[in-house]
């Protein structure tokens, strides 16, 4: 079964600073894909960034970055020159065609100071 | 494109009663998700539809719940009688999938709907 696991509840970064959210997961598929969610204060669920598992290259949106680790089953979200209104709940999450679902982790909440 | 249309924002409702809520995809997903997001358990899936058809209600809590997806452009996620077990906020989701979901088939999210069972 697919497991997604996120181990720090909470993170405090500076504002202009970069930060690394972890993010393991867990699945016996070869093909998957990840993906990262933000959910801010207000409740809803924005889509951030996206990796397939057979994408070599690291992806990219803007300031937000995936550092994929395939033998490592991590893909830890980085956001670059943290802005205040980058405080919010994230969450990993991964699909696979097997599975058939998208599975959420706990999430971690980012808090970013002036 | 408007989005993923949820209501109501907030339900507040006594146990025992029955509770609707409901969800407007986009225009042209073919797919239509619920999830349950709560403190303890995070977020949930409950069900999904493809095609207006239920393929994987395995995270359906129990016989209380039931959901339903009468046209492309409208699903209900029912619970009959309410517990304050229920309370949670519950997503609506869809995404474009034309069979099962693909390993790169992001989600786009409604508001969601808070529902408080006293």
């Known amino acids: 079964a697919q497991k997604i696991t996120q181990t720090q509840p909470g993170m405090f970064v500076q504002e202009k600073e970069a930060v690394t959210l972890d993010c393991t997961y867990d699945?016996?598929?070869?093909?998957?894909?990840l993906f990262w969610y933000k959910q801010p204060s207000s409740g809803e669920m924005i889509f951030l960034i996206y990796?397939?598992?057979?994408?070599?290259q690291n992806a990219t949106e803007g300031r937000y970055s995936l550092n994929f680790q395939k033998a490592r089953k991590s893909a830890n979200l980085v956001i670059s020159a943290s802005q205040l209104g980058d405080s919010a709940m994230y969450f990993c999450?991964?699909?696979?065609?097997?599975?058939?679902?998208?599975?959420f982790g706990t999430g971690t909440r980012l808090q970013v100071f002036p | 494109d408007a989005g993923v249309i949820q209501s109501p924002r907030h339900e507040v409702t006594e146990m025992g009663q029955e509770v609707t809520l409901r969800c407007k995809p986009i225009?042209?997903?073919?797919?239509l998700f619920w999830y349950r997001q709560t403190m303890m358990r995070g977020l949930e899936l409950l069900i999904y539809?493809?095609?207006?058809?239920?393929?994987?209600d395995s995270g359906m809590p129990e016989d209380r719940f039931s959901a339903k997806m009468p046209n492309a452009s409208f699903s209900t996620l029912k619970i009959q009688p309410s517990e304050p077990r229920d309370s949670a906020v519950y997503f609506c989701a869809s995404s474009p999938g034309r069979r099962k979901i693909a390993t790169n088939e992001k989600l786009f999210f409604g508001s969601g709907t808070q529902l408080s069972v006293l």
């Open positions: 225009s042209g997903h073919n797919s």
């Open positions: 539809f493809n095609n207006n058809v239920p393929i994987d």
């Open positions: 990796q397939g598992s057979y994408d070599e």
């Open positions: 699945t016996s598929d070869q093909s998957y894909g």
């Open positions: 999450a991964s699909g696979s065609y097997n599975t058939d679902k998208l599975i």
